[in-house]
């Protein structure tokens, strides 16, 4: 038995066998082949294997997700019967003593940089297909193994070095019981996504996949951060009572569902959910959430080929908003960059992606992206009651432009005719300390601010939120973090405006009685911290809280934070 800490990343204990995701290396090493017939055989063979491949999971992507999300492996399937790619690598492997996997690795890279350097959207969309679709003949050629996370059908813990968003979004809840990585923190995008699929996690364990073979018995119990490595029957009984103990809990919670949230003197605050997509939307209903506080629409446009079209988009916005029936819902506009990338955008690599070429920045450059969302939001407006917010906003120019944008694109669809709530609030994401800072400004200008502690914890830190190395300085009690949320919070309220939190300090049991007493208006967090959250903040008084938010801020360390909330009766 082998005792692994790292950060308790999703509430839960998941008992199961491991399964190791390892993304292979690719590189292509042996270029020269003696006896070309066999190179030429072995081409073919890759071939059939890869077709046999993609046609199976075509089928059983047909059956359980329709027709429409199967077309990307009806392309893959054309690209490899398609003599403008096979006939070279066929000529290259015959004439010039290559090996298999050489010839086609240097065919595709042609291909691939003329589709990224085509005039058409459609066309450099197609490299991403390429791309893909050599990586599958090459799995075969170079024997290296890649099981993509959507095909894993048995009950398993995932064990990985790090999970992409959009890896985490494949997972099948049925099979994944829980999983483990090697980097990442409490806010890395699929440490969130884990908590809304209610899969138990334990991230950055800095070297979990080197003690693990697939098929050892593990226990994840992300609620202290631990993964326990076949351990024995003893062990594995104490833990299935800790799982018990917890969803008895989860159960409990259950009761406050319908009930408000008030704090024992009587104040009432707004809980709401962070989505990532429309099918989050009855999680954030079964945990008796107020609101969604926090759509993240990147989701939308990752996990396809091409950007998704204005319909496509209308329908999720038209979706969630009809389903939370009139409650607000707060969009965010695309967010993507950092550690959430859209292969077919094909951007160009960043030294420091999370400082670099993302959210409102990309949008303000790439007009058609923005504008084609902000005309399906204002669709859907009419059909609940929508706020739109722009992220990653460091200075007032920036929103003044996506204002405008906006308003033309609303003047565009009134004049079509098409109906338009004149409602829709907007406002912006703190997350940058600029804005922070500047809040007194910002309030004049915007209907309402949600702090985005996720980054702005990171910003002001410099402590890269996806980094376990630096994660001792990840620090959301840290007095500097607390004055600059108290800022954010006064600059608004002067203005007669509201602030919401939809990072992750929103659902913290020790960060709550602080954001409270500081007159936090809404939280926003994981669907699954609602009900928790509700239950503590009924048992607090507001009045109390003011006077230990104020000593807080008087506070040297974020240590010291800690302490002085811990000494409180909850
Ligand atoms: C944040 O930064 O706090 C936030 C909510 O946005 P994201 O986690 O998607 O960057
Ligand atoms: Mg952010």
Redesign the pocket.
Known sequence: MLKITGIAASAGVAIAPAFKLEHPDYTVKQQHAKDSAAELQRFEEALAASVQELEAIKERTQQELGAKKAEIFESHLLILSDPELLTPVRDKIANELVTAEFALDETAKQFISMFENMKSAYLRERAADMRDVTKRVLTHLLGVKYVNPAEISTEVIVVAEDLTPSDTAQLNRQFVKGFTTNIGGR?S?SA?MARSLEIPAVVGTKDVLSQIESGDLLIVDGLDGEVIINPAPELVAEYEAKRDRHLRQIEEWKKLRDLPTVSRDGVHVELAA?IGTPNDVAGVLENGGEGVG?Y?TEFLYMGRTELPSEDVQFQAYKTVLEKMEGKPVVVRTL?IG?DKELPYLDLPKEMNPFLGFRAVRLCLDRQDIFRTQLRALLRASVYGNLRIMF?MIATLDEFRQAKALLEEEKAKLVGEGTAVSDSIQLGI?V?IPSTAVLADQFAQEVDFFS??????IQYTMAADRMNERVSYLYQPYNPAILRLVKMVIDAAHKEGRWVGM???MAGDATAIPLLLGLGLDEFSMSATSILPARSQISKLSKAEMEKLAAEALQKRTAQEVVELVQAIKQ
Do not use: A, F, S, V
């Open positions: 806010t995008h969130i962070n926090l993240r967010d950092g992220p994401m997350e702090i985005g502690t996720n980054d702005l939809c990072g992750e």
